[in-house]
């Protein structure tokens, strides 16, 4: 095809384009004139829907309340029908079921709490004060089941559970609280290592989460001090009970003044007995019971503690105060000690127990008695001293024996070392300085004490020969007893080496007194022999021996002799080698004497006229009769 056939045909298609184009433009306006009109109608539709859509979000929002309602209404039904079912397990009482009856307490609680926070509803300041008054109900049933469960398994300890709870070294015997006899026994006791102590189970475990939550639930509805009431009331009665089953008494300083010593010290030793199983088991138990039930409420529970135990401790310490404040006398110091003893064995104990302030008064209390029963001891060490040198006995041991006094005193310082670990705290706590040296100054002050008047004691015999064999007796008996006991450690070698020649100084006096004159009619020294020209000393010296002379010897040796041998077998050296030994120190001396003068001069009487009358003994006679000397024997007839 040409070019101009070509330009002809794009000239007819564009002719057609401008042509579509006007169409559409025709078109376009008069849908822009449609449009125009619908716009005004839809606002006009606008205006017209705009009430009915306020009433359609008018009604969803009923309903979205009506819907909140209904459940806020089914919430409150919920919750009458829990107070319903919890009003129901309330009226039916803790018994049959404690644990539901508890649950519906706490049910209750939080309906009150619930209905509370929702005071808009209707009635529910009713709905509040019923179920309050249906709680203050529910605490008083609750109130009652806690006194009958605390009342009915608080049961007395017996005596025997208690003894069961005690190391087997320190349980009784035979008796409930026989005390030992034996100081080192009950001082081994005591310091045993392991030493365990078992308090007593007071109340059943499985009632104690019970009793816990009813406390619980008390103090929760504000009845702490109707808690407070019951458990002291109920635990303190019990508590006293137990121990008055024990044995413990409340005794007065008027009452222990008035027993017998044997009583007393009976009594005491029971005391030390029952403080230990007060402390260490019933007050033990009794605050770990404490602890158990009112666990969580301190202040409360500490205060609780305190006045059940209150009295109880009040009853113990006043016997240890009436015997600290009663007239002392020297046999109350080892029941002083061993009261004390207890006391500080015990003192950390009571001091944790009762630590709290709500104690105070108790604790302050044992110290104070701990440091009284001190002070009594200390001050009985001067009664005693001054006792034992006032001593006035005046009935005297006529055999010139060991005095009771003497043997009192040397044990009273033997069992001063038993007590040697007690003193030794006693004399650092209260005194100061080294407590060894303070041992030894009291006890060299009773021994100076009892030789003093030990002293005066000899001087009521007539016979000055006895007086010394009394002297050497218990002098003896002293220094043997002080090496024979941890005394000797004390005292030193220089102190028995001082007193035994104290002892042998006595001796020898005896021997010189009793024995001078009969030595001196046998003696050869100033006789002249047969045939001489010598003479008696002091005499003539040339005058010869007469057999009248000779005679006259050998009769005054027998006299003299035989009243020694009557009298001294009567006198008593009680200790068998100290006796052997004085007999053959006073042979060494007179046999020898006897035998030479017997040797020398026997002849001149044997070969005379009825020589048995003049030559009684032989001196094998004298060494047997000698062996009869010291015996005490009260029965020795003279020789005739």
């Given amino acids: 095809m040409g070019v101009p056939l070509a330009m002809d045909a794009l000239r007819g298609k564009a002719a057609l384009v401008r042509e579509s184009l006007q169409k559409s433009q025709t078109i376009t306006e008069s849908m822009v004139s449609i449009l125009g009109s619908f716009d005004h109608r839809l606002s006009s539709l606008e205006t017209a829907m705009r009430p009915t859509q306020i009433r359609t979000h008018s009604i969803r929002r009923a309903h979205e309340n009506i819907d909140k309602t209904l459940k806020a209404a089914e919430a409150i039904l919920t919750r009458f029908d829990l107070t319903r079912k919890a009003e129901a397990k309330i009226l039916r009482g803790p018994h049959e079921d404690l644990q539901g009856y508890l649950e519906a307490i706490d049910q209750l609680r939080s309906n009150i709490q619930y209905f509370n926070n929702h005071k808009s509803f209707k009635s529910t300041s009713g709905i509040i004060t019923h179920a309050n008054n249906l709680l203050t109900k529910a605490i008083s049933k609750l109130e009652d089941e806690f006194r009958n469960l605390l009342t009915n398994y608080s049961k007395v300890v017996e005596p025997e559970r208690l003894f069961d709870g005690l190391p087997d070294s320190l349980r009784p015997s035979a008796s409930p609280a026989k005390r030992s006899d034996n100081k080192k026994d009950f001082d081994n006791q005591k310091n045993l290592e392991n030493t365990v102590y078992t308090p007593p189970i007071l109340i059943p475990p499985r009632v104690l989460p019970l009793l816990r939550n009813l406390s619980q639930q008390m103090v929760q509805a504000g009845h702490q001090q109707q808690l407070f009431r019951i458990y002291r009331d109920t635990r303190a009665s019990v508590l006293e009970q137990s121990l008055r089953k024990l044995g413990v008494e409340r005794l007065s300083k008027?009452?222990?003044?008035?027993?017998?010593?044997?009583v007393l010290e009976a009594k005491i030793g029971n005391w030390i007995h029952y403080m230990r199983i007060?402390?260490?088991?019933?007050?033990?138990?009794?605050?770990?019971?404490?602890?158990?039930?009112?666990?969580g409420i301190d202040s409360f529970r500490d205060q609780c503690f305190a006045e059940i135990t209150a009295n109880s401790v009040s009853v113990l310490l006043s016997f240890g105060e009436a015997i600290a404040k009663s007239k002392r006398s020297p046999e109350k110091l080892f029941v002083l000690l061993d009261m004390y003893e207890i006391m500080r064995e015990l003192q950390s104990e009571i001091d944790n127990l009762f630590r709290t302030k709500n104690c105070t008064e108790m604790r302050e209390s044992a110290q104070s008695l701990t440091k009284r029963l001190a002070q009594t001891a200390q001050e009985t060490f001067g009664d005693f001293e001054e006792a034992v040198s006032k001593d006035a006995t005046k009935t005297a041991v006529l055999d010139g024996t060991v005095h009771p006094l003497t043997s009192y005193v040397i044990n009273y310082v033997k069992f001063l070392f038993d007590y040697k670990t007690?003193?030794?705290?006693?004399?650092?706590?209260?005194d100061g300085g080294d407590p060894n040296n303070q041992l030894k100054i009291l006890t060299k002050r009773f021994i100076e004490a009892l030789q003093a008047n030990l002293d005066g004691k000899s001087k009521q015999y007539k016979d000055p020969a006895l007086t010394q064999l009394f002297m050497m007796n218990n002098m003896h008996y002293i220094v043997r007893s002080v090496r024979r006991s941890e005394a000797k450690d004390l005292l030193g070698d220089d102190w028995v080496q001082i007193h035994r020649r104290i002892v042998q100084q006595h001796a020898n006096q005896y021997k010189r007194i009793s024995w001078a004159k009969v030595l001196q009619c046998v003696t050869i020294q100033g006789v002249a022999p047969p045939g001489g020209g010598g003479g008696i000393l002091g005499g003539d010296s040339g005058s010869g021996i007469s057999k009248a002379m000779v005679k006259d010897?050998?009769?005054?040796?027998?006299?003299?002799?035989?009243?020694?041998?009557?009298?001294?077998?009567?006198?008593?050296?009680?200790?068998?080698?100290?006796?052997?030994?004085?007999?053959?120190?006073?042979?060494?001396?007179?046999?020898?004497?006897?035998?030479?003068?017997?040797?020398?001069f026997g002849p001149m009487v044997e070969n005379g006229k009825a020589p048995n009358k003049f030559i009684k003994y032989k001196p094998e006679d004298l060494e047997r009769m000698l062996g009869e000397f010291f015996e005490g024997n009260t029965n020795v007839e003279q020789k005739r």
């Fill in 278 to 295: 007060a402390v260490k088991l019933l007050f033990a138990g009794e605050k770990k019971l404490c602890d158990q039930i009112l666990e």
């Fill in 254 to 262: 008027d009452d222990v003044q008035k027993m017998q010593w044997e």
């Fill in 422 to 430: 007690t003193l030794e705290q006693l004399f650092q706590e209260f």
């Fill in 553 to 600: 010897r050998f009769k005054n040796f027998n006299v003299q002799f035989e009243d020694l041998h009557m009298r001294q077998c009567q006198w008593n050296v009680p200790d068998s080698e100290l006796r052997e030994s004085l007999r053959l120190a006073v042979a060494e001396v007179l046999l020898p004497a006897y035998r030479s003068f017997h040797k020398r």
